[in-house]
């Protein structure tokens, strides 16, 4: 234990460092962990850190995923967009692993099981760069609803058939379609029943804990419990975690107090960032290039067949949705966002790691598996902005954009009128300079009010907008001097307490409207369009 505990702190302080470095750099943060677990692993930065334990990934780090996903997910866009969520990730994922599987075994001459299984590796896709890169995309609404509930629902059917056909192919058998369609609808039904009992479980208990530490604990066993029961009765334990976190989703929003709700969500955040940090690194650090020297043939063939494996999982149930519902029609233009951001992450090199050691063609199935994820997390996810900017769906606010500018000049403005006023009192500046460069800034610094003022005018919603991030900010500084007062005896703990619940409930209302107002303004324009 005490040997790993530096190994951890090095981990950590390599995560800072890359994420500084991203930022910086405006690299996706998941981008800079893998090519730094990269680096560090092939400059032996850091030995004696061990290779990435699929236990680990299937116990813990994807039940606290998918439960995130699902208590954090928009249920009204989820139930909006049910039918083409649902197509992709039911017949949309049959379809990725059957034409994946069959392109590697004319391509690469695997055998049918092998194949099929290494399909099924390369046809789930990360959640979490899905979430990353669409939660702060500024693409339509819709189009991302779409794809970040595809990614928390597809993976539950690409584990199952993973289990299926990785049994089968383990025993020797050749695998039948009607035998692994049927195991998987059972797993998928099954496993959303339990999660829904324990989600619905979870928030009874939720309702009566009134202690937003008790609460914590409660959804943090009900994420864990809700994927292993689950899997005990052979069961679908990732549709399971996301269907209780949706449920239990639902129970914060509807029926919590507003102090338990920031509290939870706090917890979450923090916690799912944790997790993918460890997830993104260790897809670096475990990949290990004089492996893949002897596979760089196979990884390109492996990246052309999931590409053509997405293209007919995509293309052909939005077709069939154009033919028989139209009302659910799916621009085309959208249609390839759903190609270019099928990014592979730690699941499926956690998928290939995991697989019996009887396997026939395991080293080629798990060299193959990291090569491609390697190659998608980095290449992908570089070119997943630009491509939206390409097809025109990466949207920039004008308006928004305007009055930035025009509150950038203000900062600057008065930052710098201060800074004059200083070197003016302590006689370190002619009074004629003085006067010159004051009455500059005093013009800029009134020009740019009055920008903001015509701005806010003409534009009433952006105006708004700006108001409530105002008071959004506001809140922030009255909840950080309530602490502070508390902290230091100035007021009694109870009235502590229920002033910053109070603060909670009007933060929590000021998120809805903005919210509720965004999702208004991107309805109107797909009606539109």
Known sequence: MLLEVPILIGLMVAAIALAIAAKRASVPYNVALVLGGLLISVAHLLPGVPPLNPQVVFLICLPLLLFEGGIMADLNGIRANAVPIGLLSTLGMVLAIGATGAALHWMLDLAWGPALLLGSILAVTDTVSILYAFRRAPVPGRLAGIIQGESLFNDG??????????????????????????????????????????????????????????????????ALASYVMAEEVHLSGAISAVVAGLAVGVTLRREVPPQSQVAIHSFWEYATFGVNTFLFLSVGLDTRPEALQGHLPGVGIAVVAVVLGRAVAIYLPFLLLRLFKPAETIPLRWQHVFLLGNIKGALSIGLALGLPENTPAREQIVSIAFGVTLVSMVGQGLMLTGALKALGLFQQDAVALEMAEQRGKLIASRAAHVELEALHSQG?????????????????????????????????????????????????????????????????????EEMLAQLDARMLGLEKVLHGGHANSEGKEHKAS
């Open 157 to 222: 059917t690409a584990l199952v058939a993973y289990t299926a056909i990785a049994a089968v192919v383990a025993g020797g058998m050749a695998p039948s379609l009607g035998s692994l369609g049927g195991h998987v609808l059972l797993a998928s039904v099954g496993g959303a029943v339990v999660g829904l009992a324990l989600g619905l479980l979870g928030g009874f208990i939720i309702r009566r804990a009134e202690d937003p530490l008790a609460e914590i604990m409660v959804t943090t066993a009900v």
């Open 428 to 496: 370190l500046l002619p009074r004629a300079a003085y006067e010159h460069l004051r009455s500059e800034y005093q013009v800029n610094i009134a020009r740019a009010e009055r920008e903001l003022r015509r701005i806010s005018e003409q534009h009433l919603a952006e105006g708004a907008k700006d108001l409530l991030s105002t008071r959004r900010r506001l809140i922030d500084a009255e909840r950080t001097a309530l602490q502070g007062a508390r902290r230091n005896g100035l007021i009694p703990e109870t009235t502590a």
